[in-house]
């Protein structure tokens, strides 16, 4: 038994180690080259970092989001980074006609899509839970039905390119959070759903990869204004972010969690010590600052 323990536990490490290494390592920038992509909320934030990588690794960009003004900088700056193509297409995401565009766009203009990621989040409150019902029906209807809706109207494109979604999500989509009750909910239908899929192109052998991202605290500016001053944690850059999606979405990979130590570790607890993550989660939180509603 203490023999066994001892080559057991450095070996599978090794293992793991050797897992964790591999799958990162064999990223190159040039994968993107001409590949098509569309990112959803790219005006601001998260999304806007990612059609910059994009465009930098030469990738035909597709930005799509509410504010046309600020789109078309995004749409500049990405052409001058160097993308083989920078596009937008403006509109909201609670309107099945955005999502119509969007796919026709690619179609159209692109002949087809290699990489669809689903980004976008619609405004919320940083407080308790209000009781509006009516707002958590609008969130469903921008984080959660417009995701479905776009992997809908992509999927034909996809498959024919043997393409990748990629979902971006949070730890408030895997674990209880305070002062996000409606988005948490919209978050951890995400998963629902994509992690279902998943089960079932593998059954069909559908060769479209889903690749849900789990992210911590992140310095964007929305989240800062909203959260900075409650939540007891250093935020990571949306820039380096922006890059592991980008990196975990090509590789294919099942699941991206950034950054790794704030949010997979802490997640380990999950199945096991409930209580306990969920001490710890309230613990970084100051709900004494929280403004007043
Ligand atoms: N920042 C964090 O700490 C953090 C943590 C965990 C997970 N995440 C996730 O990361 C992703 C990006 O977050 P972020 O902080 O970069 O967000 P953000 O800066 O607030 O950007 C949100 C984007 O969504 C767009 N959007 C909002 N409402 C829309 C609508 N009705 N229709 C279409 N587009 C709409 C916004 O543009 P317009 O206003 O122009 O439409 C903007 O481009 C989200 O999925 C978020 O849940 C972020
Ligand atoms: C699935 O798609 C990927 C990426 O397009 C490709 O590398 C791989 O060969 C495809 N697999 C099958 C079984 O067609």
């Known amino acids: 038994m203490g023999l066994l323990q001892k080559i057991l536990i450095p070996v ?64 500049e700056r990405c052409r001058a980074l160097g993308a083989s193509s920078a596009r937008l297409v403006s509109g909201s995401m609670e309107d099945m006609a955005t ?26 409150y940083f407080n308790y839970f209000d009781g509006d019902v009516g707002h958590v029906q609008k969130l469903l209807d921008i984080n959660f039905l417009s995701y479905v809706a776009m992997t809908v109207s992509a999927l034909p494109m996809l498959k024919r390119s043997g393409g990748s979604i990629v979902v971006v999500s949070s730890m408030a989509g895997k674990v209880g959070f ?21 089960q079932e192109f593998s059954i069909q052998s559908v060769n479209v990869s889903i690749t849900l991202c789990i992210l911590g605290f992140i ?9 900075a001053d409650v939540l007891l944690m250093s935020p990571a850059p949306k820039e380096e972010c922006a890059l ?50």
Not at 28 to 48: C, D, F, H, N, Y
Not at 182 to 198: E, I, M, N, V, W
Not at 257 to 279: F, M, V
């Open 178 to 198: 305070p002062f996000t009750v409606p988005y948490s909910a919209t978050k951890f239908a995400l998963d629902g759903f994509f992690s279902s899929l998943r």
């Open 99 to 124: 999502t119509r565009q969007l796919v026709e766009v690619a179609e159209a203009e692109l002949g087809g899509l290699d990489m669809l990621i689903l980004n976008h989040v619609g405004k919320s």
């Open 219 to 227: 310095d964007t500016e929305n989240a800062m204004r909203a959260a």
């Open 12 to 75: 599978l490490g090794l293992v793991l180690a050797f897992c964790f290494y591999s799958s990162r390592e064999n990223f190159k920038p040039e994968m993107l080259k001409g590949k098509r992509v569309i990112v959803t909320g790219a005006s601001t934030g998260i999304g806007e970092q990612m059609a910059y990588h994009l465009a930098r690794m030469g990738a035909h960009v597709l930005v799509t989001a509410r504010t046309e003004a600020k789109l078309q900088q995004v749409v």
């Open 244 to 293: 592991e999606i980008i990196k975990g979405g090509t590789l294919r990979q099942r699941e991206v969690y950034y950054r790794y130590a704030s949010t997979k570790l802490p997640l380990l607890l999950r199945d096991w010590a409930a209580e306990l993550l969920d001490l710890l989660v309230r613990q970084r939180y100051r709900p004494e600052r929280l403004r007043a509603a």
